[in-house]
T-cell receptor, first 116, second 109 residues
Framework: EPEVTQTPSHQVTQMGQEVILRCVPI?????FYWYRQILGQKVEFLVS????????KSEIFDDQFSVERPDGSNFTLKIRSTKLEDSAMYFC??????????????FGEGSRLTVL | GQSLEQPSEVTAVEGAIVQINCTYQ??????LSWYQQHDGGAPTFLSY????GLEETGRFSSFLSRSDSYGYLLLQELQMKDSASYFC??????????FGKGTTLSVSS
């Protein structure tokens, strides 16, 4: 069964460093998302991406964050100058766009970011 | 904007039925979804209600009443493996899926 894959599964970084989280969405999907979940809290929307551009972003997704689809398969989240409060699980998700209103997103297993 | 409220914890025993409620405040809202998450892993899709009424998928059912800004997830014949976090999630046209804070379900034998 097709799945969303994310790397790395866990990354530890020093405050102020840049981090790139990578995702390979399901191949025929058209919509891509990044969410984050601070330990024990809710899943928070960061950004959605369609047709090679950001379609929506939340208040969390400030200038520190950027997304890119550098080729036909990868979707990346870059966090510049990480802060302690960026420590969280970051989930990539994709949907096929056939029916964007069913709420069915396919999530990866997440990348746990720890900022020291 | 929108917010979704759900209980933080629910406990039940194997074989029982449990209902997890979700109330929301939003404008232009058009559907409610439910996701399951085990031990902080990938959230997995359970159900979607785009219309008022009940949707049934095996042991799980979900209900939506847009006039009451209310929905619920009903889990029947509970099993130990159903112990997980359950999130209601909704979105408005043109916006991404927004999640509630989640309900931790603990099933005991």
């Amino acid at each position: 069964e097709p799945e969303v894959t994310q790397t790395p599964s866990h990354q530890v970084t020093q405050m102020g460093q840049e981090v790139i989280l990578r995702c390979v969405p399901i191949s025929n999907h058209l919509y891509f998302y990044w969410y984050r979940q601070i330990l024990g809290q809710k899943v928070e929307f960061l950004v959605s991406f369609y047709n090679n551009e950001i379609s929506e972003k939340s208040e969390i997704f400030d200038d520190q964050f950027s997304v890119e689809r550098p080729d036909g398969s990868n979707f990346t989240l870059k966090i510049r100058s990480t802060k302690l409060e960026d420590s969280a699980m970051y989930f990539c998700a994709s949907s096929d766009g056939r029916d964007t209103y069913t709420g069915e997103l396919f999530f990866g297993e997440g990348s746990r970011l720890t900022v020291l | 904007g929108q917010s979704l409220e759900q209980p933080s914890e629910v406990t039940a025993v194997e074989g029982a039925i449990v209902q997890i409620n979700c109330t929301y405040q939003t404008s232009g809202f058009y559907g409610l979804s439910w996701y399951q998450q085990h031990d902080g892993g990938a959230p997995t899709f359970l159900s979607y209600n785009g219309l008022d009424g009940l949707e049934e998928t095996g042991r799980f059912s979900s209900f939506l009443s847009r006039s009451d800004s209310y929905g619920y997830l009903l889990l029947q014949e509970l099993q130990m493996k159903d112990s997980a976090s359950y999130f209601c999630a909704g979105h408005q046209a043109g916006t991404a899926l927004i999640f509630g804070k989640g309900t931790t379900l603990s099933v005991s034998s």
